[in-house]
């Protein structure tokens, strides 16, 4: 159930060993991983897809790092849980 305010989105996506890439209408995400010896190496993509969106990358940009270091914690907590 979304938040008060929010709306679900539809996303189009596919999903490969390792790998997966989903698309909405205004979001772009997707996630990887590989064996690292005893561990994994993980990466993650997330962006924003608007019109106009060149000239507020400047101003975005600040904000996406931080969406981005809050999922690899979230997944940081859960394989450690």
């Known amino acids: 159930m979304p938040a008060a305010g ?3 989105a539809r996303f189009d996506g596919v999903r490969r060993p390792g790998w997966c890439v989903l698309q ?3 979001l772009i995400g997707g996630i990887a ?7 994994s190496r993980v990466t993650f993509l ?3 897809r608007v019109p106009g969106l060149r000239v507020l990358r400047p101003l975005l940009t ?3 790092r931080r969406v981005g270091r809050m999922v690899l914690r ?3 907590a859960r394989v450690h849980a």
């Open 6 to 8: 929010w709306t679900c």
């Open 24 to 26: 909405s209408r205004f």
């Open 33 to 39: 991983a590989v064996p690292d010896g005893q561990a």
């Open 46 to 48: 997330g962006s924003f």
């Open 62 to 64: 600040p904000l996406e």
């Open 74 to 76: 979230r997944l940081e």
